[in-house]
Protein backbone atom coordinates (compact mmCIF):
# COMPACT_ATOMS: atom_id res chain seq x y z
CA UNK A 1 0.00 0.00 0.00
CA UNK A 2 2.38 2.21 1.04
CA UNK A 3 4.50 1.92 -2.53
CA UNK A 4 1.34 2.17 -4.53
CA UNK A 5 0.59 5.46 -2.54
CA UNK A 6 4.39 6.82 -3.11
CA UNK A 7 3.89 5.63 -6.86
CA UNK A 8 0.35 7.70 -7.17
CA UNK A 9 2.33 11.26 -5.47
CA UNK A 10 5.50 10.32 -8.28
CA UNK A 11 3.01 9.97 -11.09
CA UNK A 12 1.00 12.96 -9.80
CA UNK A 13 4.31 14.99 -9.34
CA UNK A 14 5.57 14.47 -12.90
CA UNK A 15 1.97 15.30 -14.65
CA UNK A 16 2.09 19.07 -12.71
CA UNK A 17 5.81 19.26 -13.83
CA UNK A 18 4.63 18.82 -17.82
CA UNK A 19 1.81 20.88 -17.39
CA UNK A 20 4.22 23.67 -15.79
CA UNK A 21 6.32 22.94 -18.41
CA UNK A 22 4.02 23.15 -21.46
CA UNK A 23 2.54 26.17 -19.91
CA UNK A 24 5.70 28.28 -19.72
CA UNK A 25 6.42 26.68 -23.79
CA UNK A 26 2.77 28.54 -24.77
CA UNK A 27 3.33 31.78 -23.11
CA UNK A 28 6.80 31.92 -24.46
CA UNK A 29 5.46 31.34 -27.91
CA UNK A 30 2.11 33.62 -27.33
CA UNK A 31 5.05 36.31 -26.07
CA UNK A 32 7.48 35.76 -29.10
CA UNK A 33 4.55 36.32 -31.42
CA UNK A 34 3.26 38.91 -29.81
CA UNK A 35 6.74 41.12 -29.30
CA UNK A 36 7.95 39.85 -32.92
CA UNK A 37 11.69 39.34 -33.67
CA UNK A 38 14.07 40.67 -31.36
CA UNK A 39 15.45 44.49 -32.83
CA UNK A 40 19.12 45.64 -31.92
CA UNK A 41 19.35 49.21 -31.96
CA UNK A 42 21.29 50.61 -35.35
CA UNK A 43 20.38 54.69 -35.00
CA UNK A 44 20.47 56.52 -33.15
CA UNK A 45 23.41 55.83 -31.23
CA UNK A 46 23.12 55.27 -27.46
CA UNK A 47 23.38 59.13 -25.55
CA UNK A 48 23.11 60.91 -29.16
CA UNK A 49 21.73 64.38 -28.73
CA UNK A 50 20.73 64.85 -32.42
CA UNK A 51 20.93 63.78 -35.85
CA UNK A 52 24.39 63.41 -37.32
CA UNK A 53 24.57 64.17 -40.68
CA UNK A 54 22.70 61.95 -43.17
CA UNK A 55 23.65 60.23 -46.51
CA UNK A 56 20.84 61.13 -49.32
CA UNK A 57 20.13 59.61 -52.86
CA UNK A 58 17.55 60.26 -55.97
CA UNK A 59 14.84 58.07 -56.58
CA UNK A 60 13.44 60.25 -59.06
CA UNK A 61 13.96 63.67 -60.16
CA UNK A 62 13.04 66.52 -61.93
CA UNK A 63 15.38 68.58 -64.01
CA UNK A 64 18.17 69.73 -61.33
CA UNK A 65 15.77 69.69 -58.28
CA UNK A 66 16.86 69.28 -55.11
CA UNK A 67 15.73 69.07 -51.69
CA UNK A 68 17.20 71.22 -48.32
CA UNK A 69 17.89 68.82 -45.33
CA UNK A 70 18.28 70.27 -42.73
CA UNK A 71 18.25 68.61 -38.32
CA UNK A 72 17.21 70.58 -35.08
CA UNK A 73 18.18 68.23 -32.18
CA UNK A 74 16.31 64.78 -32.73
CA UNK A 75 14.02 66.90 -36.15
CA UNK A 76 14.65 66.35 -39.99
CA UNK A 77 13.74 69.63 -42.18
CA UNK A 78 13.21 69.07 -45.73
CA UNK A 79 12.34 71.85 -47.85
CA UNK A 80 12.20 72.27 -51.67
CA UNK A 81 13.81 75.32 -52.60
CA UNK A 82 11.55 78.05 -54.37
CA UNK A 83 13.80 77.47 -57.41
CA UNK A 84 12.52 73.80 -58.07
CA UNK A 85 10.73 73.66 -61.13
CA UNK A 86 8.75 70.24 -60.90
CA UNK A 87 6.95 68.19 -58.08
CA UNK A 88 8.02 64.51 -58.98
CA UNK A 89 11.58 64.52 -56.99
CA UNK A 90 11.58 61.41 -54.57
CA UNK A 91 14.65 60.94 -52.34
CA UNK A 92 15.94 58.09 -49.57
CA UNK A 93 17.83 59.14 -46.54
CA UNK A 94 19.67 57.10 -44.67
CA UNK A 95 22.35 57.47 -41.50
CA UNK A 96 25.96 57.45 -42.38
CA UNK A 97 27.17 55.57 -39.22
CA UNK A 98 24.89 52.24 -39.91
CA UNK A 99 26.03 49.09 -42.13
CA UNK A 100 23.68 47.15 -44.42
CA UNK A 101 21.46 44.42 -43.28
CA UNK A 102 19.12 42.49 -44.89
CA UNK A 103 16.91 42.65 -42.23
CA UNK A 104 15.86 45.35 -40.51
CA UNK A 105 13.49 48.23 -39.13
CA UNK A 106 13.27 51.50 -39.91
CA UNK A 107 10.69 54.65 -37.82
CA UNK A 108 9.81 58.17 -37.91
CA UNK A 109 7.00 60.03 -36.82
CA UNK A 110 5.87 62.56 -39.41
CA UNK A 111 4.98 65.94 -37.59
CA UNK A 112 3.63 67.29 -40.59
CA UNK A 113 3.88 69.27 -43.93
CA UNK A 114 2.94 72.78 -45.88
CA UNK A 115 0.71 70.67 -48.19
CA UNK A 116 -0.98 67.60 -48.94
CA UNK A 117 0.57 66.83 -51.97
CA UNK A 118 3.83 66.06 -49.56
CA UNK A 119 4.49 62.41 -49.73
CA UNK A 120 6.17 61.18 -46.39
CA UNK A 121 7.75 57.05 -46.37
CA UNK A 122 10.05 55.04 -45.11
CA UNK A 123 13.11 52.74 -46.95
CA UNK A 124 14.71 49.78 -46.63
CA UNK A 125 17.12 47.88 -48.02
CA UNK A 126 18.91 51.08 -49.80
CA UNK A 127 21.93 50.60 -52.32
CA UNK A 128 23.33 53.67 -53.87
CA UNK A 129 26.48 52.75 -55.82
CA UNK A 130 27.68 53.77 -59.53
CA UNK A 131 25.01 56.72 -59.51
CA UNK A 132 22.03 53.79 -59.54
CA UNK A 133 19.64 53.85 -56.10
CA UNK A 134 17.80 51.01 -55.23
CA UNK A 135 15.38 50.80 -52.10
CA UNK A 136 12.14 49.18 -50.84
CA UNK A 137 9.36 52.07 -49.49
CA UNK A 138 6.36 52.67 -48.20
CA UNK A 139 4.73 55.94 -48.65
CA UNK A 140 1.65 57.46 -47.92
CA UNK A 141 -0.87 57.38 -50.80
CA UNK A 142 -1.15 60.79 -52.39
CA UNK A 143 -3.17 60.50 -55.60
CA UNK A 144 -6.76 61.92 -55.41
CA UNK A 145 -6.05 62.69 -52.05
CA UNK A 146 -6.36 59.24 -50.98
CA UNK A 147 -4.02 59.38 -47.66
CA UNK A 148 -5.60 56.03 -46.25
CA UNK A 149 -3.87 53.71 -48.46
CA UNK A 150 0.25 52.72 -48.13
CA UNK A 151 1.83 51.60 -51.45
CA UNK A 152 5.06 49.37 -51.15
CA UNK A 153 7.08 50.11 -54.27
CA UNK A 154 10.93 48.51 -55.61
CA UNK A 155 12.48 51.02 -56.85
CA UNK A 156 15.57 50.73 -59.59
CA UNK A 157 16.63 54.41 -60.10
CA UNK A 158 18.57 53.68 -63.49
CA UNK A 159 14.97 52.66 -65.39
CA UNK A 160 14.29 56.32 -66.09
CA UNK A 161 10.36 56.39 -66.24
CA UNK A 162 10.23 53.32 -64.60
CA UNK A 163 12.05 53.58 -61.69
CA UNK A 164 9.25 51.80 -59.09
CA UNK A 165 7.41 48.40 -59.35
CA UNK A 166 4.64 48.23 -57.17
CA UNK A 167 4.36 45.14 -54.58
CA UNK A 168 1.19 46.12 -52.67
CA UNK A 169 -1.01 48.67 -51.33
CA UNK A 170 -2.72 48.95 -47.60
CA UNK A 171 -5.97 50.32 -46.97
CA UNK A 172 -5.53 51.69 -43.12
CA UNK A 173 -8.85 53.91 -44.00
CA UNK A 174 -10.13 52.31 -40.77
CA UNK A 175 -6.81 53.39 -38.78
CA UNK A 176 -6.02 57.09 -40.33
CA UNK A 177 -9.59 58.30 -40.54
CA UNK A 178 -11.40 59.03 -37.79
CA UNK A 179 -15.21 58.52 -36.78
CA UNK A 180 -16.24 60.87 -38.77
CA UNK A 181 -14.47 60.16 -42.35
CA UNK A 182 -11.45 63.15 -41.29
CA UNK A 183 -7.95 62.44 -41.09
CA UNK A 184 -6.45 61.64 -37.68
CA UNK A 185 -4.20 64.91 -36.91
CA UNK A 186 -0.19 64.55 -37.21
CA UNK A 187 2.06 63.33 -35.57
CA UNK A 188 1.97 60.06 -37.13
CA UNK A 189 4.15 57.58 -36.04
CA UNK A 190 5.07 54.88 -38.35
CA UNK A 191 7.40 51.83 -38.87
CA UNK A 192 8.33 49.37 -41.74
CA UNK A 193 10.36 46.26 -41.11
CA UNK A 194 11.60 43.71 -43.60
CA UNK A 195 12.35 39.67 -42.61
CA UNK A 196 13.37 37.76 -45.35
CA UNK A 197 10.67 38.13 -48.24
CA UNK A 198 8.39 39.84 -46.02
CA UNK A 199 7.60 43.22 -45.65
CA UNK A 200 5.10 44.73 -42.21
CA UNK A 201 4.11 47.85 -41.49
CA UNK A 202 2.80 49.75 -38.35
CA UNK A 203 0.95 52.95 -38.02
CA UNK A 204 -0.23 54.65 -35.02
CA UNK A 205 -0.81 57.96 -33.17
CA UNK A 206 1.49 58.72 -29.95
CA UNK A 207 -0.15 61.79 -28.59
CA UNK A 208 -3.32 60.01 -28.38
CA UNK A 209 -2.43 55.55 -27.49
CA UNK A 210 0.47 53.86 -26.91
CA UNK A 211 2.23 51.54 -29.59
CA UNK A 212 0.35 48.73 -30.47
CA UNK A 213 2.25 45.03 -30.90
CA UNK A 214 3.13 43.81 -34.38
CA UNK A 215 0.18 41.24 -33.84
CA UNK A 216 -2.34 43.88 -33.79
CA UNK A 217 -4.30 43.68 -36.86
CA UNK A 218 -5.68 47.01 -36.92
CA UNK A 219 -2.78 49.02 -36.81
CA UNK A 220 -0.38 46.46 -38.31
CA UNK A 221 0.01 44.94 -42.30
CA UNK A 222 1.85 42.80 -43.87
CA UNK A 223 2.92 40.99 -47.53
CA UNK A 224 5.49 38.76 -49.25
CA UNK A 225 7.91 39.96 -52.15
CA UNK A 226 9.20 38.43 -54.20
CA UNK A 227 12.82 37.12 -53.45
CA UNK A 228 14.89 39.04 -55.54
CA UNK A 229 14.17 41.81 -53.40
CA UNK A 230 15.59 40.47 -50.30
CA UNK A 231 19.39 41.81 -50.74
CA UNK A 232 21.05 43.51 -47.69
CA UNK A 233 21.23 47.53 -47.78
CA UNK A 234 20.68 50.40 -45.38
CA UNK A 235 17.03 51.02 -43.39
CA UNK A 236 15.91 54.46 -43.86
CA UNK A 237 14.00 57.04 -44.77
CA UNK A 238 11.95 58.54 -47.80
CA UNK A 239 10.37 61.87 -49.05
CA UNK A 240 8.78 63.14 -52.40
CA UNK A 241 6.28 65.27 -54.15
CA UNK A 242 7.88 68.50 -52.35
CA UNK A 243 6.81 71.43 -54.64
CA UNK A 244 8.53 74.37 -54.67
CA UNK A 245 8.94 75.69 -51.23
CA UNK A 246 6.79 73.24 -49.50
CA UNK A 247 7.95 71.15 -46.79
CA UNK A 248 7.96 68.56 -44.55
CA UNK A 249 9.20 67.52 -40.72
CA UNK A 250 10.08 64.07 -39.29
CA UNK A 251 11.65 63.14 -35.78
CA UNK A 252 12.04 59.98 -34.03
CA UNK A 253 14.31 58.85 -36.47
CA UNK A 254 15.28 55.41 -35.86
CA UNK A 255 16.72 52.02 -37.16
CA UNK A 256 17.08 48.41 -35.88
CA UNK A 257 18.76 45.13 -37.38
CA UNK A 258 16.54 42.15 -36.85
CA UNK A 259 18.45 38.71 -36.57
Not at 11 to 16: H, M
Not at 189 to 206: D, E, G, H, L, T
Amino acid sequence: MKFTSRLRILILLISTLGLWVCGVMLFTTAHALTVGPTLTKTFPAPGASGLPPMNTAYLTRDSNDTFKFSTFGTRMFMQAPPSNVGENTRQVVWPTTTNPTLNQQSCATWLGASSYFVQEGIALRITNAGGVTHAITVTKNIVYGVQWAFNIHYWDSSNTGSEAVGLGQWDMSKVVLNEIGNYQYMPWRVCFRAVNNVVSMKIWFPAQMKEPTWSDPNYTRSLTIPAAYSTPGYAGWYIGHIQPSNDAEYNGMETWSIP
